[in-house]
């Protein structure tokens, strides 16, 4: 109906040819630029929502006609030698519909008349953009009004200031709706899947339209279509007045898959960072304008763009997207998972023979008087040189097939080192691999002729001149050997130790060797 304006860009008497019609359209734009010139405007801001700017049109008439002040195109005259100046002022709006509907009183037919907006004209209105919207194309309102002329400067046009122009914004005539399409990135559904199956729950917070919000949030499957009640859509002047409870509700994940927040603030943002953050949530922000800045700042971590954006955002946020594109967070996000991982598998795997098996040795040598299992050399020997070339090798395994199916982990309980980790490092592995190197040990010793009731509490009488039939030449051959047994099994032990945890959750098997 009339209230739509579809562009279309063929069928110009000039040429069917796209190119020279485009020229066409815009010789007749910088025409109408030249001829209204601009002559104040309030720009646009995130928080009204709204642009408007003020443009007048000079043109010479002789005195005979008078333009009757009624008239909406009407302004001041000016008679300078019976001839006038007419200035036609024109104040132009654009921006969220619902802006500009607030303050229009008529709307403009196709025949040029103005008439009065009536529940009828907005119901239709609010009809088409809802409908526009719920294609998820963004919808503009334009409207106009012809005001009267400040009293002119001498010679010149009259600037407006933005409290001038604020003063005549009422009474608008509403002109229509350009709707446009800002389509999704087709890596986008697949990023938001992924981050559905990782745990990680995906809202959406714009200033649009509710309904075109609520399309693209399908669209980009961030909403499920199939089970409606799992899905919020809310108004960003209604989070004002939410309860705790009201929010409670909200961001409990595990009965909503889908939030979208619609026509919300900058203000807005930050607050749904915080309450989302007060419900045990960590947040990744994602944002580019300077008014995101403080939700960046608030959030656990802020995400801008590289490319463009503006730098107040750079400044605030931990992360920057180089290629602008919603699915490298994700990338991004396996990335620090397998970093965690690849982290804790190597403390697995240095623990249990790097200190456990290490520190046993010495407690038995000092309390319990047995000659010194594992010599400091050899000890050495393992930090710095058998230990270190698989601990390397740990640091670049590849991810296990399903570390982005796993629930993300609960920041105060699930730490890199925990009671989980200590207990099959010291308690698990650490106890097999001393029990086994003690037992290669002893076996050597008995192979010298040495019963472990002679070793125990061989204090002083270790390395004296007669030790059991030993002198002190045959005692260090002897202690020699078993060191270096219990070396050798630590070392063996320790390799196997190495495949076994370079998977926590899938067989080894499956996983592939990084050569």
């Keep these: 109906h009339h209230h739509h304006h579809h562009h279309h860009d063929g069928g110009t008497p000039l ?54 002040s009624s008239s909406y195109d009407a302004a001041a005259s000016i008679d300078t030698d019976n001839v006038q100046i007419y200035l036609n002022n024109i104040l132009l709006m ?65 600037k407006y200031s933005e ?20 389509p999704i990135r087709a890596s986008v559904p697949p990023a938001i899947e992924q981050c559905h199956a990782a745990g990680i729950r995906v809202i959406m917070v714009t200033g649009d339209h509710i309904s075109t919000a609520e399309a693209i949030g399908k669209q980009a499957g961030i909403l499920n279509n199939a089970d409606k009640a799992r899905d919020s859509v809310v108004q960003g002047t209604d989070i004002h007045s939410f309860t705790p409870e009201d929010w409670a509700a909200l961001f409990d994940m ?47 971590i802020g995400v801008a763009m590289g490319k463009g954006g503006s730098d107040v955002a750079r400044e605030a946020a931990t992360m920057l997207l180089l290629d602008n594109n919603f699915a490298s967070i994700v990338k991004g996000i396996a990335e620090g998972r ?37 010599s400091s050399f050899l000890m050495i020997v393992i930090c710095l040189f058998t230990d270190v070339l698989p601990s390397l090798c740990l640091v670049y395994e590849t991810p296990e097939h399903d570390i982005m199916e796993q629930k993300p982990r609960n920041i105060k309980t699930q730490k890199l080192v925990d009671a989980k980790l200590v207990l099959t490092a010291y308690f698990y592995t650490g106890v097999m691999e001393s029990f086994a190197a003690f037992l ?5 010793m008995w192979y010298y002729g040495l019963a472990p009731s002679q070793l125990f509490a061989s204090f002083a009488t270790w390395g004296g001149d007669d030790f059991y039939g030993l002198n002190k030449e045959q005692q260090a051959i002897a202690l020699n050997s078993a060191q270096s047994a219990f070396f050798v099994a630590l070392v063996f032990m320790q390799f196997f130790n190495c495949q076994m945890v370079r998977t926590r959750r899938g067989s080894v098997f499956k996983q592939p060797v990084n050569w």
């Design 163 to 182: 409290s001038s122009i604020l003063s005549h914004m009422q009474g608008m005539c509403f002109v229509g709706l350009v709707s446009m399409q800002d």
């Design 254 to 300: 595990d009965n909503h898959r889908g939030i979208v927040f619609a026509r919300t603030t900058p203000q807005d943002k930050l607050m749904i960072v915080q309450e989302a953050q007060k419900h045990g949530h960590t947040i990744a922000m994602l944002g580019d304008g300077v008014n995101d800045a403080p939700a960046l700042k608030e959030a656990n």
């Design 440 to 444: 290669n040990y002893f076996l050597v």
């Design 94 to 158: 654009k921006g969220a519909p619902e802006k500009v509907l607030e303050r229009c009183t008529l709307h403009l037919m196709e025949d040029g008349r103005q008439v009065d907006l009536d529940d009828g004209a907005l119901a239709q209105i609010h009809t088409a953009i809802s409908d526009l919207g719920s294609r998820g194309e963004r919808v503009l309102g334009l409207c106009k009004k012809a005001i009267e002329s400040n009293i002119m400067e001498e010679g010149g046009v009259d």
């Design 338 to 374: 397998l970093l965690f991982e690849n982290v804790k598998k190597v403390i697995i795997y240095l623990l249990p023979a790097g200190s456990f098996s290490e520190i046993i040795p010495v407690l038995v040598n000092t309390f319990l008087g047995l000659p010194l299992p594992l």
């Design 15 to 68: 040429s069917n040819n796209r190119k020279e019609s485009s020229h066409y359209y815009y010789d007749m734009l910088e025409s109408y630029r030249m001829q209204w010139p601009k002559q104040g405007e309030i720009p646009f801001n995130s928080k009204n929502k709204w642009q408007a700017s003020v443009h007048s049109q000079k043109h010479q008439q002789p005195s005979s006609t008078t333009i009757p």
